[in-house]
């Protein structure tokens, strides 16, 4: 990532077509240029700047600077021209090489008129040789301007009065007062094209589509597009559909719910050449984009490595990279296609609980995540269930999906190995043949989870502070453990560990409170091994509670320092400090500290990373956004 620095507010920018020049207007008038340097990744300012009192000319506002609302290079004379279009109405015909102003409109807008004053909004060339502009104002006025060409003589003599517009367009928009925020000109045939609409505001929006001829002011032909919300922007982008098939330009919508609505392009023209003859043309069909981030908000998210030790190479990312859909498609393709195999072919798995109670499986190999399959969990009446998931746990290796929700229902699922159908059609088949599910209700929300890889159980926390070790197979519980807490609150954070100690090893399911307490219980009986549970001095929230295993090959010390760090700890993370604790003091209900630290701010989120030897390391988040690596 790089950051440019500009002293000034950008208020107009656009990169020349097929190099690497980029134009950005600034708040007080003046253009600069900038120019990508691909070997240093970087932006460099050119000496080349266009000052605002030059490009506007002598009467330049009494000294002050008019926002840059649109800089563009002229179509035919990309490296010659370059149109400046002010935020007042004022707009000038820059000559690039002769450092020099070749036309100058659109005074009449601000200065020359008694009417009320209106600011450019959006603007956008509406012809292919460059001789003619379009101009959306605040006011929902749309001018069209001439603006000399490239075959033009220099001072345009081609229009007898360069501060009338050619052509005013009541679309409607002016009555109501309703802003032009986006204007979007697309060729035809040559001789005429299609402009683009967009106007917003609190209170009204309308997108209308029409038919702009070249040469003459021939009659209008438009069309209202029937969307059911407003706009808040636009795009054209081409090349959406199979690869192996003609190109196609596909109309981007962004509503204002955030949803993206597409529409055919060709369906557009195809129903305004209808709206010219008898006829009756069909209104142009329409999609949603189904979009990977824009579902219901990520509750808890856990993140799996295949292979620590595994190195990516070319022909797992170019495989990768095949599997990516089309992100903008008007087909509705349905579910992506994905076998189960393909969990344990996935280097990085990333797995999200999201609020509305759905479980998303993604392969994180790249920075742009892939979806892999989801579910959306059922009653046993299959009903869909809505509850919030707030606890995930995944098991690779026997393919076993763990997961509990706000309502207290945890859920057992196992994938069956052998199986090479796709994920999707699994979750929505039968019971047994692909799969099997259980679940079982508990009392008060799932606050944690944890188990053991090919365990024949696993431990279940909820808020009301009471432990569950449930069995697998048929998702019955083996024990329960209730856990008093100093206050309100339930368990945090559970954690199963073998603990050795001269010779001897023990069994251990490790719990930590929501009020930092840490107690130890045997993991076959549920005996709580330490009735003095380890304390912070007072409560407060614990964030994370983890057991760090040392490296076999920890060089022996004869102090007491040494001793202690070769011993198991315990990881204790809460919002205000982060403390380690001896385990083996801890099992004994004695609180013996090896090392604490004070943390600067509030944290909110704490996870612990590994190294590539034997390092660990702990990443903190705090609630100012401040991200600290230990």
């Known amino acids: 990532c790089y950051l440019h620095p500009f002293e000034k507010q950008i208020t107009a920018f656009t990169v020349l077509q097929k190099s690497f020049y980029i134009y950005a207007g600034d708040s007080f008038g003046n253009v600069s ?35 840059v609302a649109f800089v563009s290079p002229q179509p035919l004379a990309e490296s010659n021209r370059l149109l400046i279009i002010f935020r007042d109405g004022v707009m000038t015909l820059w000559d690039i090489k002769a450092s020099r102003v070749v036309f100058v409109s659109g005074r009449t807008t601000q200065q020359q008129s008694h009417q009320e004053e209106k600011n450019v909004t959006s603007s956008c060339w509406a ?29 345009s003599s081609s229009s007898s009065n360069p501060n009338l517009p050619l052509q005013r367009l009541n679309l409607g ?27 917003f505001s609190e209170h009204a929006y309308l997108y209308q589509v029409l038919i702009l001829n070249e040469e003459s002011e021939s009659r209008i032909v438009k069309m209202v597009l029937p969307i059911t919300e407003a706009c808040q922007g636009m795009e054209f982008v081409t090349g959406l559909s199979d690869p192996n098939k003609q190109r196609q330009t596909v109309l981007v919508l962004l509503l204002k719910s955030g949803q993206i609505c597409l529409y055919d392009d060709s369906e557009i023209e195809r129903y305004l050449l209808q709206s010219q003859s008898r006829s009756p043309p069909t209104l142009p069909s329409h999609s949603f984009v189904k979009q ?30 095949s599997k990516y859909p089309w992100l903008l498609s008007m087909k509705d393709k349905g579910q992506i296609s994905a076998s189960l195999s393909n969990i344990h072919k996935t280097r990085n798995l990333y797995i999200t609980g999201h609020m509305d109670g759905t479980i998303s499986f993604w392969d994180a190999s790249c920075p742009l995540l892939l979806q892999i399959f989801m579910i959306k969990q059922q ?5 869909s269930s809505r509850a919030r998931i707030t606890s995930l746990q995944f098991d690779m290796s026997s393919s076993i999906l763990i997961s509990g929700d706000q309502g207290g229902t945890v859920r057992v699922i196992t994938f069956k190995k052998d199986s090479s159908d796709n994920i999707l059609s699994i979750l929505q088949g039968k019971q047994g043949d692909n799969y099997d599910a259980r679940s079982i209700k508990l009392k008060g929300a799932v606050t944690s989870t944890s188990m053991i890889s090919n365990s024949k159980h696993f431990a279940v926390g909820t808020e009301k502070g009471i432990v569950s070790v449930i069995k697998v197979d048929d998702a019955t519980i083996l024990y329960q453990k209730q856990l008093e807490c100093r206050v309100s609150g339930g368990i ?28 130890i219980l045997e993991e076959e009986t549920g005996k709580l091994l330490n009735a003095n549970p380890v304390q912070t001095n007072r409560p407060t929230r614990a964030l994370l509670l983890q057991t760090l295993e040392l490296s076999p090959n920890e060089a022996p010390g004869s102090d007491n320092h040494d001793t202690a760090l070769r011993e198991s700890l315990l990881l204790l993370c809460t919002e205000d400090a982060i403390r380690l604790f001896s385990l083996s003091h801890a099992i004994q209900g004695m609180k013996k500290i090896t090392n604490k630290k004070k943390l600067n701010g509030s944290c909110c989120f704490v996870s612990v990373i590994h190294g590539a030897s034997s390092e660990i390391g702990i990443v903190l988040v705090f609630s100012n956004g401040k991200v600290e690596t230990r």
């Open 292 to 321: 990977p981030y824009g579902d219901s908000g990520i509750n808890v998210a856990k993140f799996y490595t295949s292979d620590r030790t595994a190195t990516a190479n070319e022909d797992y990312f170019s495989t990768l990279a």
């Open 127 to 155: 012809c292919s040789k460059g001789s003619k502009v379009a101009i959306g104002y605040d006011s929902g006025d749309i001018y069209l301007w001439a603006i000399p060409d490239i075959f033009s003589a220099e001072n």
């Open 492 to 519: 945090a954070s559970l954690q199963f560990e073998l603990y050795s100690h001269n010779g001897y090893d023990k069994d251990l399911l490790i719990v930590g409170m929501e009020d930092s307490s840490i107690c």
């Open 33 to 67: 240029l900038f120019k990508l340097d691909l070997g240093q990744r970087c932006l460099v300012d050119l000496p080349y700047c266009i000052p605002f009192a030059e490009s506007y000319g002598s009467t330049a506002n009494g000294g002050n600077g008019v926002d």
């Open 173 to 199: 928009y002016k009555l109501d007062k309703v802003p032009i925020i986006s204007l979007r000109w697309v060729p035809s045939d040559g001789k005429s094209g299609r402009l683009y609409i967009n106007g």
């Open 379 to 383: 009653h046993e009446d299959n009903t």
